[in-house]
């Protein structure tokens, strides 16, 4: 059975940072995807038929949606929100030469460290109000990669990723492989990178600045463009986001139209559709 996220006790002493403040949920009436949910620590019934359960809604949302909630996977809400004081402390405070030190560059194929909000090149591009820094592997293992700022705090940050990838994943990987009537850790041993804390992906602290009302127009109201007009596909194979209060995320569904996924405190919003496609067409 897993056990649930326990942060690491500091045997020194850190700043004091800002509490997050949660934004009121999105009340606009719009067109939501109906996404299914997964309570992940029912993967830990002994009743068969409750996991079978899990696996058939799974293979309802890969087949309909590609997108599912996840609940119930160990972390609590006051847990995920130290991340987010965390993040929204590291976008604060960010000195101007960690900015320069430790800018990404894209074209070598790897997000690694900070990405300014003008554009998606290492070269400053249009505004397009997305700030974030990447954690790849490496980032957790030398601490001259990451900002100064957020450094007395990378022992909350590696053990919150360290959960996340080898307890909340692996039984995503799992529930997954079940889906795929394949062994329990299949997924886990043959699919998933191991080299690092984070295998081949990565862990991002984002922030969405306002755009102008030029900007918006400009833009069409997209904030990320893809390898289609107005959308993108992630490359790894699940991608996990925590849902946030203020509602930008579109899908595209089965009946070809672009609905928006609504907020669900503390769940994770997992994208497993075209990977997973090409996992099981290989």
């Known amino acids: 059975m897993a056990t649930s996220f326990s942060p690491p006790i500091s045997k020194t002493p850190k700043p004091e940072i800002p509490k997050w403040s949660p934004p009121q949920p999105t009340k606009m009436h719009l067109d939501w995807a109906d996404l299914r949910t997964i309570e992940l620590s029912l993967l830990d019934s002994p009743d068969p038929e409750v996991v079978a359960g899990l696996v058939a809604t799974t293979k309802a949302a890969i087949a309909e949606d590609g997108f599912l909630f996840l609940t119930n996977y160990g972390i609590s809400l006051e847990q995920l929100h130290r991340h987010f004081d965390l993040a929204q402390f590291m976008h604060a405070n960010i000195s101007g030469e960690d900015k320069a030190k430790l800018l990404w560059d894209p074209a070598t194929g790897v997000f690694a460290g900070f990405k300014p909000r003008f554009g998606w090149k290492r070269e400053p591009g249009k505004f397009d109000g997305i700030e974030h820094f990447n954690f790849y592997s490496p980032e957790f293992e030398d601490i001259e990669k990451v900002p100064g700022c957020i450094a007395p705090f990378m022992d909350e940050i590696t053990a919150f990723c360290d959960y996340l990838m080898n307890s909340v994943n692996r039984r995503h990987l799992k529930l997954l492989s079940l889906v795929l009537e394949l ?94 496609e090409g996992i099981v067409n290989q």
């Open 183 to 276: 062994p329990d850790d299949y997924l886990w041993e043959n699919v998933q990178s191991h080299d690092g804390l984070v295998g081949d992906g990565y862990f991002r602290h984002a922030l969405y600045y306002p755009l102008s009302a030029k900007d918006r127009k400009e833009r069409k109201g997209i904030r990320m463009y893809g390898v289609a007009a107005h959308s993108h596909i992630d490359y790894g194979t699940t991608t996990l986001l925590f849902s946030v209060p203020v509602t930008a995320l579109q899908i595209w569904g089965s009946d070809n139209k672009w609905r928006y996924v609504k907020y669900k405190a503390g769940a994770l919003v997992v994208n497993l559709g075209e990977t997973l």
